[in-house]
C-alpha cells in the first residue's frame, strides 16, 4: 500500500503560469519530504526538501508547502518554463536513513 | 560533483537467466540503495546498504539479492529473471549523515522475455 500518493499522473501548464503539483502521505511518522525531478533516461535529481518543523521552503522558482494535520504537501513552480516538462517525484523519509518512500509521480508539460 | 555509475543502460536478458547490475559511486558515501521504477508505481526500494558486507530488505526484495563487497560498489542480483522484473532499476547513494537526499545514477532499463 503505498503511503505516499501523487494522485495526478499529469499536469499541463502554460509557459510563465504556476504549476501546482500535490502530494499526500499517510505515515505520520514521515519528518523529511522532498522533490525529485526525472528527464527521460536519466536519474531522479534533487529538487527541493522540507522538514517537518517547517510548512514552507522556498528555492528561487520553486516552492513546498506542508500542511502536516492534513498531511499534504504541494510543490508549486513560478514562472513555469519549458524546461521545467518532466516527471515530478514526492518522496518522504522517517528514519533517517534515506529509505526514501516515493510517490508514483506527476509529468508536467509546459507548453509556450 | 557525486557520481553514481550503472554499468548497463539497457539490457536485454531471456527468462531464467541470471541478471548482474553494478552501480559505482565515486563520493565515499555509506549508504547505497536499488530502487526499480515502474509506470504508476514510482520509485519502490528493493535493497539498501548502510555499510561494506551490510544489507537490508527493502520494501520489495523478493526475487533480488545484492551484494557490497567494497563502500563504493553496490550490486543487484537477479537469480533468475522473470518477466515481471522487466523495469527501470536506479541506484542511489547518500552520505551516513541525515540530509534525506539521494543521488542517483542514471538508471538500468532491463528487458526480460
Known sequence: ?????QNSPSLSVQEGRISILNCDYTNSMFDYFLWYKKYPAEGPTFLISISSIKDKNEDGRFTVFLNKSAKHLSLHIVPSQPGDSAVYFCAADADSWGKLQFGAGTQVVVTP | DVKVTQSSRYLVKRTGEKVFLECVQDMDHE??????????LGLRLIYFSYDVKMKEKGDI???YSVSREKKERFSLILESASTNQTSMYLCASTPARRTGEL????GSRL???
Open chain 2, 61 to 63: 526484495p523478493e526475487g
Open chain 2, 31 to 40: 549508504n547505497m540503495f536499488w530502487y526499480r521504477q515502474d509506470p504508476g
Open chain 2, 111 to 113: 528487458t526480460v522475455l
Open chain 2, 103 to 106: 543521488f542517483f545514477g542514471e
Open chain 1, 1 to 5: 500500500d503505498q503511503q505516499v500518493k
